[in-house]
């Protein structure tokens, strides 16, 4: 079951097609990333998610029911550019903010009692704003985005600006949040970033999806049948081992692409006559980095 | 609508809350009212210190107790003139006047100099040229064969008075109240086209705010953006009623304060007025107060007073909504603005300059287009109330201008909705054009 669901979604803007037959599910309950290089798009597909703007043709399915404009409150999105109200006071803005997603007055005020307990921060709700440090304010954000409990949750670059400490305070509320059954989107063109975090991705470029699916089937479609073997690379002679391609060699060891039709086991048994004592084997898997820059065919930051 | 009720609240408490508004909201009328107290205080100053007048009288025909009043000191120098012309400020006078002997009875002009240490006002120049003048003609008619009394019936007095009465068709305003009806026209015109600036570029300010913060992609994610621009001109809206309220009572309790302790004293009130109030020495000042209060009442000020409030209502939304428009097209560079501000400022700066010509001719065809076209009626039409326009066209004016303005929120809304996520473009008219056929 999906929570979001985007059926051949089209969006064109007066000279150019932002989100150009995009079709992607996330599954209900999964953590899923949006990733692409700057200007693909991203921030396009997010604003028809959260009904900023309409698609001009294709469906946005959001739990089964064609999304519309009570869909809000349930999705909870942190834009890349962060804004607040500077002038207001910590308090009252974020009780404004989640009113504005259909929050009771009294429910809202609790809910944000806990979460700034939680954040150690309950003493800033008198404070104004623009009194904060840039980093404090992210927290704030934080927590307008998350406050009325929504099913779906958008992050766009959500860890921008933060320092390592904040990072992971937020990584680990948005752990508990999907631990709880909210369903994550992330969107970065920070590939790296996610593909720890994410079960599933999309990749997309100038509006068009690339690939999608689960990460680590991806990285199985994609593998290059490379290994990389640790052994004491000095007493041995690798110029002998003329049947496998050695893409670079270390002192420690090696790097080899293994030709259609062999196996590890001989790469190993070969190694093993020369009489090199190894240390560890593993297969190579393509980062999603380089997946994408292999498929699109042009160098990413 | 509950959330378009959250952001009129919120979009009204935040600045009404603010130090600043209830420090202008509170200051300005007690800045006026100080104004009117320095002004009124430093006038009945000038006034009690009279000028001591010296006059050379070559002529021999002026009488210091005729010339002296409230207000100068007039004696004749026993000095000739190469005597006193440098002395006679240390003899404590102000003024010194040269009055040359008249040879000639049948020249209508006669020179008098003057040698003064401060520069003299034109007020008080006309004043003494006055006395002069009055003294020499007194003097050419004891010269000549005709009588005082018969001078006297020569003069005549025309006053125009309104004969229609409660039982004849017609209207039934005279001087007065035709005077108090045009300070009423300017004071309400004027009145629109500052509440429009003021408010209007309140809306255009805070949209511009929310989308150089960035605040407003957080907003549209849960609020359509057709609710926040009209949550947030109705509650800066709330806003002007409310400062515009607590100004008038302020205003009006300064009013009463300050006539109460500054009780016009008739012959100081007289004094003020100068030439004017010697010429009207047969009207007290007690008549004139009433004459006003009777104009004021004359107007109709059941349909002024509820016209007014819609016509500002009217005015202030469809201005507003323009303002929240261009706030939207602007970046955060706010000279490229000025030129997006045109499409406002033009009609607006129309309106106000065709106040004069309408008032000359408050029922005409210029006044009657102009109230009609909504751009303009916002201004125009509070000009016309006071001046009785026919009800069938005020009516027809509102329906017009709320139509308006139903039609101009909607269309700033088409302009607002994409205007507000669109970053670093300089936005040209063309452009604007084309967001308004934007699909969501």
Known sequence: MSILSLQNVVKNYHNHTAVDNVSFDVPKGSVFGLLGPNGAGKTSLIRIITTITMADSGQVLLDGEPINFNHPSQIGYMPEERGLYKKMKVGEQLLYLAQLKGMPHKEAKQKLYSWMEKFDIISWWDKKVEELSKGMQQKIQFIATVVHDPKLLILDEPFSGLDPINTNLIKDEIDQLNKGGTSIIFSTHRMEQVEEVCENIILINNGKKVLDGNVAQIKIDHKENLFKVEFDNSILNIEDLNNFEILSSQHDGIEVKLNAGMKPNDLLGSLINKGAEINSFNEVLPSINDIFISRVGESQE | ?????????????????????????????????????????????SMNSKKRIVVVDESGILDNEELSNSQFDFDISTLPLNEIDTSYAKLGYDLL?????????????????????????????????????????????????????????????????????????????????????????????????????????????????????????????????FQLMLGKITGVGLVAMTQLFIWMILLFGI???????????????????????????????????????????????LLIIPSFVMFFLGGYFIYSSLFAAVGSAMGDDLGEGQQLMMPILIPVIIAISLVFPVLNNPNGNLAIFGSMFPLFSPILMPARLPFDPPVWQVILSMVILFASVVFMIWFAGRIYRVGILMYGKKVSFKEIGRWLFVKN
Not at chain 2, 111 to 117: E, P
Not at chain 2, 261 to 284: F, K, Q, V, Y
């Open chain 2, 1 to 45: 609508m509950n959330k378009l009720w959250l952001i009129i609240q919120r979009e009204y408490l935040t600045r009404v809350k603010k130090k600043s508004f209830i420090l202008v909201t509170l200051l300005t009328p007690l800045g006026f009212g100080l104004l009117m107290f320095v002004s009124g205080y430093l006038a009945s100053n």
């Open chain 2, 97 to 225: 006047l040269n009055v040359p002997a008249i040879s000639d009875l049948s020249s209508t002009k006669h020179n008098v100099d003057f040698y003064s240490k401060e520069k003299l006002s034109l007020v008080a120049l006309q004043q003494i040229e006055g006395k002069m003048s009055r003294s020499l003609k007194a003097y050419k008619i004891s010269k000549s064969d005709i009588d005082q009394e018969t001078i006297d019936q020569l003069e005549m007095n025309v006053t125009l008075a309104n004969a229609v009465t409660s039982d004849l068709e017609g209207d039934k305003s005279d001087k007065v109240s035709i005077g108090v009806a045009s300070a009423l026209s300017y004071l309400m015109g004027f009145l629109m086209y500052m509440v429009i600036f003021i408010y209007g570029s309140m809306v255009m300010r805070s949209v511009m705010e929310e989308k150089i913060n960035r605040i407003v992609e957080v907003m549209i994610s849960s609020v359509r953006p």
């Open chain 2, 255 to 301: 009013m009463v304060v300050f006539s109460s302790t500054m009780a016009p004293d008739p012959n100081l009130a007289a004094g003020g007025m100068g030439e004017a109030g010697e010429m009207l020495a047969g009207i007290s000042a007690q008549s004139d107060m009433t004459d006003l209060l009777r104009g004021i009442k004359s107007l109709n000020w």
